[in-house]
């Protein structure tokens, strides 16, 4: 391991494809190695312990590829397995996602906030913590995004079923007066372009707690003192556990990311 080392980046599956393109925005310099766990997709439906087992397997994966920091790009996965890895591990440091509650009660005017994550990440203890200590005078309403990452997998962003979907669950927010949601899943920025054609003219704010976590993570590249060398040339690599086609999946739609940056 050096400092030219990537950095692993896990997700259940292309979810964590939205951090990975602002790490590559933000830490231009930095490899990236990409694990999206096609086959057991959607974490949102399993059980603390196989999360724990799963996620266990592809940070050893990660590890024994060379990767000097891992970033668990989903929020579910850090809810039920980063306090295990880090004591697993304790020479590889971990960052994960957490619902982004700060930002969203700091800027709220209606005092109202909407976090849209999966069922564990919603009864977890980082979302249990964030919550009492930053909700304060503030209204936050928690909600499941029910079918959304199935949605984004199978690549059904632009369909009837997903405007109808992201309805079912913004339409009750926006009654509620919100004016911050904040994306509590990697998945979910897939959805951003349909979130915000059913928000409209209204002012309401998507938070994309992303950039605040590559920012974390560039922090830690610093202290631990393994930031890539200037002029490190980068390189991505991806795998996962789904076969040929799923790799493909998570290759074009990297591809089509990162050819977005270069706008
Ligand atoms: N992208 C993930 C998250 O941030 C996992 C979603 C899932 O697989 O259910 O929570």
């Not at 393994?226 to 200037?230: E, G, K, L």
């Given at each position: 391991m050096s400092c030219a080392s990537p950095i692993g980046v896990l997700d259940s599956g292309l979810g964590g494809l939205s951090v990975f393109s602002e790490i590559v925005r933000l830490l231009p310099e930095e490899s990236v190695i990409y694990y999206g766990d096609g086959k057991n997709c959607p974490y949102g439906e399993k059980p603390k312990e196989e999360i724990i087992k799963i996620s266990d397997e592809i940070v050893c994966f990660l590890i024994g590829h060379g990767c000097k920091l891992i970033v668990l790009a989903c929020n579910t996965a850090t809810a039920d397995a980063i306090d295990y890895l880090r004591e697993k591990y304790p020479d590889t440091p971990f960052v994960g996602m957490e619902p982004a509650v700060k930002p969203a009660v700091m800027s709220t005017r209606t005092g109202v906030v909407g976090i849209l994550a999966t069922a564990p990440t919603l009864e977890g203890r980082h979302f249990k913590d964030n919550y009492l200590k930053y909700a304060g005078e503030a209204a936050i309403i928690p909600a499941v995004g029910e079918g959304f990452v199935n949605i984004v997998e199978n690549g059904e962003i632009e369909s009837h079923e997903a405007e109808s979907a992201v309805r079912k669950i913004i339409d009750p927010l926006i009654e509620k007066n919100v004016d911050r949601i904040v994306l509590?899943?990697?998945?979910?920025p897939f959805l951003k372009d349909v979130i915000n054609k059913i928000i409209g003219e209204r002012e309401i704010e998507i938070i994309n707690p992303a950039p605040a976590v590559v920012r974390r993570i560039e922090n830690l590249l610093v202290e631990k003192r393994?930031?890539?060398?200037?002029g490190n040339l980068p390189y991505y690599e991806f795998y996962s556990s789904s076969g040929k086609q799923y790799l493909n999946k998570i290759k074009t739609t990297a591809d089509k990311l990162l050819k977005g940056l270069k706008k």
């Open positions: 509590g899943c990697t998945h979910y393994i930031s890539a060398p200037s």
